[in-house]
């Protein structure tokens, strides 16, 4: 009698355990069940970032760290196939990211309206979170603006993806000159070539955006500018390969006379080497014509996902440009999500 009832307690307090632990590893579902609903989605980014330039300068940011964001988002679908979303971002300063609403009719056709990200370029379209490096590449920066103010229509038919839109073409501020600026993007994924996807696209845009500065650190502009694009991303069995080239032809303000040309492109490389972490290269090379200059870089990174919501980005990076000295430096992200 004495050995079924240790044996009973023993059985209630290694199932009490067991109950314990599932309760436990199940917070991020706990807390996805609350947050996570198809009317109501709040979703929060918290970024915490380090940079150490291997020289005593002020490559990439220097030696420093910094919140990079904290961010707000707040989306949901209503009746009648209606949708909205606000995105606020408190760091490093306040400021909003993504105000709109829209309708979709179906997966080949929906409709935004209002202050958004524009879904050009590869390199751009995930969100900082999902992002395989501490930084974009910088030909992106140099010609894609993330945020725009407009309307938009994207959609799926098949294989085959596009989006479409009209903007004031000067970041998230009214329009300034009465003109707009048009975004494209046109990308088809194949599925059945090898294991995972292939998938290939072309972007391009086009607009006068005089006063506005071109990219989040191109140059300021005078008038027109005309930005074409295409790109490759394939993933297959652990294995990831992207990239892109852009081109883009500028009035601007330096060159009232002509126009400056900056081009450029990246590869990247990745390959999972545990479950939850991946390993990346990346090359990029870019260059203004009329100024004559090449740079290039180089960067290795380690990307760790911890949990589904916590995760840690480390890169090594070498700038090589064609004129001055070489420049090298590390950098990480460490990042929550949900």
């Given at each position: 009698?004495?050995?079924?009832?240790?044996?009973?307690?023993?059985?209630i307090?290694?199932?009490?355990l067991?109950?314990?632990?599932?309760?436990?590893?199940?917070?991020?579902?706990?807390?996805?069940?609350?947050?996570h609903?198809?009317?109501?989605?709040?979703?929060?980014?918290?970024?915490?970032?380090?940079?150490?330039?291997?020289?005593?300068?002020?490559?990439?940011?220097?030696?420093?760290?910094?919140?990079?964001?904290?961010?707000?988002?707040?989306?949901?679908?209503?009746?009648?196939?209606?949708?909205?979303?606000?995105?606020?971002?408190?760091?490093?300063?306040?400021?909003?990211?993504?105000?709109y609403?829209?309708?979709?009719?179906?997966?080949?056709?929906?409709?935004?309206?209002g202050a958004?990200?524009?879904?050009?370029?590869?390199?751009?379209?995930?969100?900082?979170?999902?992002?395989?490096?501490?930084?974009?590449?910088?030909?992106?920066?140099?010609?894609?603006?993330?945020?725009?103010?407009?309307?938009?229509?994207?959609?799926?038919?098949?294989?085959?993806?596009?989006?479409?839109?009209?903007?004031?073409?000067?970041?998230?501020?009214?329009?300034?000159?009465?003109?707009?600026?048009?975004?494209?993007?046109?990308?088809?994924?194949?599925?059945?070539?090898l294991?995972?996807?292939?998938?290939?696209?072309?972007?391009?845009?086009?607009?006068?955006?005089?006063?506005?500065?071109?990219?989040?650190?191109?140059?300021?502009?005078?008038?027109?500018?005309?930005?074409?694009?295409?790109?490759?991303?394939?993933e297959?069995?652990?294995?990831?390969?992207?990239?892109?080239?852009?081109?883009?032809?500028?009035?601007?303000?330096?060159?009232?006379?002509?126009?400056?040309?900056?081009?450029?492109?990246?590869?990247?490389?990745?390959?999972?080497?545990?479950?939850?972490?991946?390993?990346?290269?990346?090359?990029?090379?870019?260059?203004?014509?009329?100024?004559?200059?090449?740079?290039?870089?180089?960067?290795?990174?380690?990307?760790?996902?911890?949990?589904?919501y916590?995760?840690?980005?480390?890169?090594?990076?070498?700038?090589?440009?064609?004129?001055?000295?070489n420049?090298?430096?590390?950098?990480?992200?460490?990042?929550?999500?949900?």
């Amino acid at each position: 009698m004495k050995k079924i009832l240790l044996i009973t307690i023993l059985a209630i307090c290694l199932f009490s355990l067991t109950v314990i632990a599932q309760e436990k590893s199940s917070l991020d579902e706990q807390l996805k069940s609350y947050l996570h609903q198809d009317f109501f989605k709040l979703n929060i980014l918290l970024q915490s970032e380090g940079r150490f330039s291997f020289e005593d300068d002020d490559f990439q940011g220097g030696r420093t760290f910094s919140a990079a964001n904290a961010r707000v988002s707040l989306r949901g679908n209503l009746d009648g196939g209606f949708f909205y979303r606000i995105y606020i971002d408190a760091a490093p300063q306040p400021g909003l990211l993504d105000a709109y609403a829209g309708y979709k009719a179906n997966d080949g056709f929906s409709l935004a309206v209002g202050a958004m990200k524009p879904r050009q370029t590869l390199d751009y379209i995930p969100n900082p979170a999902e992002h395989n490096f501490v930084d974009r590449a910088t030909m992106t920066g140099l010609l894609v603006g993330s945020r725009e103010i407009g309307v938009s229509a994207t959609g799926d038919i098949g294989n085959l993806y596009y989006y479409a839109g009209l903007f004031n073409g000067n970041r998230l501020n009214s329009n300034n000159n009465n003109k707009f600026y048009g975004i494209g993007r046109l990308q088809y994924t194949i599925h059945d070539l090898l294991p995972g996807y292939v998938q290939l696209a072309v972007s391009g845009s086009h607009g006068n955006s005089e006063g506005t500065r071109s990219g989040s650190r191109g140059p300021w502009l005078r008038g027109n500018r005309t930005i074409v694009g295409t790109d490759v991303e394939i993933e297959s069995n652990g294995f990831y390969f992207a990239a892109e080239y852009l081109r883009g032809e500028l009035e601007t303000v330096d060159l009232p006379e002509i126009n400056e040309i900056i081009s450029g492109y990246y590869l990247t490389g990745g390959y999972q080497i545990m479950r939850n972490t991946m390993l990346f290269c990346r090359w990029q090379s870019w260059s203004y014509k009329e100024q004559d200059t090449m740079e290039r870089k180089v960067t290795l990174g380690i990307n760790i996902d911890f949990t589904d919501y916590v995760g840690l980005v480390l890169n090594v990076d070498a700038y090589m440009p064609d004129e001055g000295d070489n420049r090298h430096g590390a950098s990480f992200i460490f990042q929550v999500l949900f």
